[in-house]
């Protein structure tokens, strides 16, 4: 998958008009320019910065902060795994390694035909639920290995 900022670059400039006359915040910005591209790469960073007069170690800076911003392309379905502590006893392990076999990825890779990318994630707040797995917006909770297949077929 080949990057172009001249995709959208129509849609882009107006976005960053709008904020910037509202007042520049830079995280909506950003928000907008991944939901419009997918992934935040570089080269869209840089002009950001350009457009909005900032530093591009500021727009870097906020892009690696926080987590909801990639600079990865992912796939249309984001799997998320939780591997936080109630998940990780109750045997989440297991289920990312099934989805791992199933997906024939690595957490943080995805499929080649961008159909799914495959993530550990922290705490999702639903420990009573554990294990659990986030896929997209949908949370599956007490999952087992030999139901991960099933569950990935919902999402084709
Ligand atoms: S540890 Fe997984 S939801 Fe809290």
């Known amino acids: 998958m080949s990057f172009s900022l001249a995709s959208h670059l129509q849609e882009l400039d107006d976005l960053i008009d709008r904020e910037k006359a509202r007042g520049g915040a830079l995280i909506p910005v950003l928000h907008q320019a991944q939901e419009l591209y ?3 790469p570089r080269e869209l960073q840089d ?4 457009r909005l007069d900032l530093p591009q170690s500021t727009v870097y800076g906020v892009v690696t902060f926080y987590a909801f911003f990639t600079t990865r392309p992912r796939g249309r379905h984001r799997v998320g795994v939780c591997l936080g502590t109630a998940c990780y006893v109750r ?3 297991k289920n990312l390694e099934r989805l791992s076999q199933e997906l024939g990825v690595c957490p943080g890779e995805s499929t080649p035909d ?3 990318s495959l993530e550990v994630c922290r705490c999702i707040g639903l420990c009573s639920q554990a294990p659990a797995i986030m896929i997209d917006k949908s949370v599956h909770s007490k999952v087992q290995p030999d139901q991960v297949a099933e569950i990935l077929s919902q999402y084709e």
């Open 38 to 40: 997918g992934y935040l």
């Open 47 to 50: 002009y950001i910065a350009d």
């Open 91 to 93: 045997g989440n392990t």
């Open 114 to 116: 961008w159909r799914y």
